[in-house]
């Protein structure tokens, strides 16, 4: 029995074929945070996401106020005026008031606005000055203009007028997108040092605080030295301390600030009373109207310290919602100012960010103990219709700069009409008859279809057209 042919001499004996996996082709799967993080990326890259961003968080913020005001008023108004919905509904008239102004405003062009900063300017001077004389005084400050059932703090619009007419004083003072920060010192100083003096005048020391992180915004963008800024900083440490210094009750919430518990039945009362809220919330609050301490313990819980009322409520959990909806509404605001070349929409971008999201932080900050207590609301949320119109209004704007970004006119047009046409329409009232179908594509592939030839005189485009219809464009 003879066994297999040797091989030649020296050779190894044949070894049979490793069986190796095939090697990946192709980059390396990412991972999942990865690509969230390459979605979220692109999600924030799109032309309308400042647009939508202003326009939901404005929305959400703006009906988490009108429930926490139902929620935080309700006990007072009864004990007051037997009405629980009582200041509830004077907020709803507001909101109704601001919504068609914030809606006119995201559609007025830019000229508009750079127009409307000297008469609002104009006005804002007058109403301080009636407020020094004609005001009435309210826990130690002079804020309001009573007129029959209203009442109208001029302060607030003030803060609209020195955002327009500061921007436009800048803007109109611009050379190839840069503006000088010397030319600061003449026209934009005085001005804001007048209204900081009348306010201050009304012993408002929390909106004169808001003015100059408008004035600072302004500076900032402009590309201000640093020293600067060093020196309107000292005039505005000094012009604050003189303030508290001059006022008896000022000096107390100092006081109740840096000594909460130990002056917690004194000076330190409101602010001890909202951290407890806080406090009492744990992780997912009480649940909506079940709080108690806005019963007829936390001074102001419908404006100053609805945040707290909020924690009580809505737990941690609900005021990190709060925070990121501000968080995400000033990254808007920013992202405009930063994606337009026009040093106007820049400036007053900026300047509308560096005050609702300052004004927020402020608030919060005097809520949980981080600032002392100085009377400055929670925009969007706190109970006020002075302080609510011009926000809105503000906002209003951002939308009509989101409008102009890159792109953005164009995804808008792709969009087509929105409900509000689409409703008008339908019956009849826009004054256009209702178009078919095919006649509503995109406006890209209307442009293709009106680029395209037309029948020629000789019929071979008609003959091909009958033969190979899509290629004409024909349905």
């Known amino acids: 029995m003879t066994g297999p042919a040797p091989g030649p001499a020296g050779a190894a004996p044949a070894r049979k074929t490793d069986r190796r996996e095939p090697e990946r082709q192709g980059p390396e799967p990412i991972g999942w945070a990865a690509a969230q993080l390459a979605a979220l990326r692109e999600l924030l890259g799109r032309p309308l996401t400042s647009y939508h961003l ?104 003030a803060k609209l007028a020195l955002v327009l007419w500061g921007a436009d004083l800048l803007a109109t003072r611009a050379r190839g997108g840069r503006i000088e920060w010397r030319q600061l010192l003449i026209p934009l100083m005085p001005g804001v040092a007048l209204l900081a003096v009348l306010v201050m005048l009304g012993r408002d020391l929390g909106t004169t605080l808001v003015l100059m992180m408008i004035f600072l915004a302004l500076l900032w963008v402009v590309g201000a030295p640093v020293r600067l800024f060093g020196g309107i900083l000292a005039l505005l440490v000094l012009a604050t301390a003189t303030m508290i210094i001059v006022e008896p009750y000022r000096l107390g919430r100092l006081t109740g600030f840096m000594h909460v518990w130990e002056t917690a039945q004194d000076e330190g009362f409101q602010s001890a009373q909202g951290l407890m809220a806080i406090g009492s919330g744990g992780w997912f609050g009480l649940g909506l109207g079940a709080g108690r301490q806005k019963w007829n313990y936390v001074p102001h819980a419908e404006s100053d310290f609805i945040f707290s009322i909020l924690g009580e409520e809505l737990g941690l959990m609900g005021t ?29 971008a900026a300047a509308v960010t560096a005050w609702i999201a300052g004004q927020a932080v402020v608030n919060i900050g005097a809520v949980i103990g981080v600032f002392p207590v100085t009377g400055i609301p929670l925009p969007l949320v706190s109970y006020g219709g002075s302080a609510l119109l011009p926000t809105l209004a503000a906002l209003g704007m951002l939308l009509s700069f989101a409008k102009q970004e890159p792109g953005a006119a164009e995804a808008l047009a792709a969009r087509g009409p929105g409900p509000a046409a689409r409703a008008l329409s339908w019956l009849g009232l826009n004054g256009r008859a209702r178009r078919p179908a095919a006649s509503r594509a995109p406006a890209r592939q209307q442009a293709a279809q009106k680029a395209r030839p037309r029948t020629a005189r000789n019929g071979t485009t008609r003959e091909r057209t009958r033969e190979h219809p899509r290629e004409q464009g024909v349905t």
């Open 54 to 157: 202003v326009l939901g968080c404005s929305a959400l913020l703006l009906a988490l106020g009108l429930m926490m005001v139902l929620s935080a008023s309700s006990i007072e108004a009864l004990q007051r005026t037997g009405d629980p919905f009582y200041w509830f509904l004077k907020q709803v008239t507001s909101v109704a008031i601001g919504l068609p102004l914030m809606w006119v405003c995201s559609r007025l062009p830019q000229r508009f606005f750079r127009l409307a900063g000297y008469p609002l300017m104009g006005l804002s001077i007058l109403g301080l000055l009636m407020v020094i004389f004609l005001g009435q005084e309210l826990l130690g400050a002079q804020r309001w203009i009573v007129i029959g059932p209203f009442s109208v703090q001029p302060s607030e619009p």
């Open 320 to 348: 990190l919602v709060v925070v990121a909806l501000f968080g995400l509404l000033g990254y808007a605001g920013l992202r405009i100012a930063m994606r337009t070349k026009d040093p106007f929409v820049r400036l007053s």
